[in-house]
């Protein structure tokens, strides 16, 4: 059963584009929703995160807009860069969990 | 960057061999994590440990098994490698509270 599902599964864009990837959750007891993003040959990294206190948080180009009562929650990647290209992965925890649950990502590729 | 080591980087074995993946942090975190990551499947949870000699089963712990008897090591120990464990494997930690993992460079293993 995949408690958080990502689409799409593969993304392009143009550069200077905006880049939208979705996630729905269904347990209600998720509380943190961390972004990660990863680069070809690394390990994944954090990239945002919100708690369901808040509707939206931004970090330069990067946000996160979340909805409570639909239970889904999206990274916005304004003015998308070819740097950018990577996967992405959303991801839920529980209060007091220390075991996430990942989405199965997105390949994110910002044609120049 | 989280002090993450992980040895091999890389590593081609064959069917029946046994392999042992090693992780080793210097951030003194009480959580760590093996995942493996494999196309579609995203980031999947082999095996988890909540302190020294405290470990617990992911979602995909059939033919792994792990280790933790420092709490800066966390060996994966595949005890007769098959092809379908052809993967890259990640290890992580948690720093601090449950908000945030760190993840290692990764391991890429290659069962013939």
């Known amino acids: 059963q995949q408690q958080v599902k990502q689409s799409p599964q593969s993304l392009i864009v143009q550069k200077g584009g905006i880049s939208i990837i979705n996630c729905a959750y269904e347990?209600?007891?998720?509380?943190?929703f961390p972004w990660y993003q990863q680069f070809p040959g690394k390990g994944p990294a954090l990239l945002i995160a919100?708690?369901?206190?808040?509707s939206e948080k931004k970090e330069g180009r990067f946000t996160i807009s979340f909805n409570k009562s639909a239970k889904q929650f999206s990274l916005h990647i304004m003015d998308s860069q070819p740097g950018d290209s990577a996967t992405y992965f959303c991801?839920?925890?529980?209060?007091?969990?220390?075991?996430?649950?990942f989405g199965r990502g997105t390949s994110l590729i910002v044609h120049p | 960057d989280a002090g993450i080591t992980q040895s091999p980087r890389h590593k081609v074995t064959e069917t029946g061999t046994p392999v042992t993946l090693r992780c080793h942090q210097t951030?003194?975190?009480?959580?760590m994590y093996w995942y493996r990551q494999d196309p579609g499947h995203g980031l999947r949870l082999i095996h988890y440990?909540?302190?020294?000699?405290?470990?617990d089963k992911g979602e995909v712990s059939d033919g792994y098994s792990v280790s933790r008897s420092k709490t800066e090591d966390f060996l994966l120990t595949l005890e007769s490698a098959t092809s379908s464990q052809t993967s890259v494997y990640f290890c992580?930690?948690?720093?601090?509270?449950?908000?945030?993992?760190?993840f290692g460079p990764g391991t890429r293993l290659t069962v013939l």
């Open positions: 992580a930690i948690t720093g601090g509270g449950q908000d945030t993992q760190y």
């Open positions: 440990s909540y302190g020294v000699k405290d470990t």
């Open positions: 347990n209600t007891a998720f509380d943190y």
């Open positions: 951030e003194n975190h009480r959580y």
């Open positions: 919100i708690r369901p206190d808040v």
């Open positions: 991801a839920a925890l529980k209060g007091g969990s220390y075991i996430p649950t």
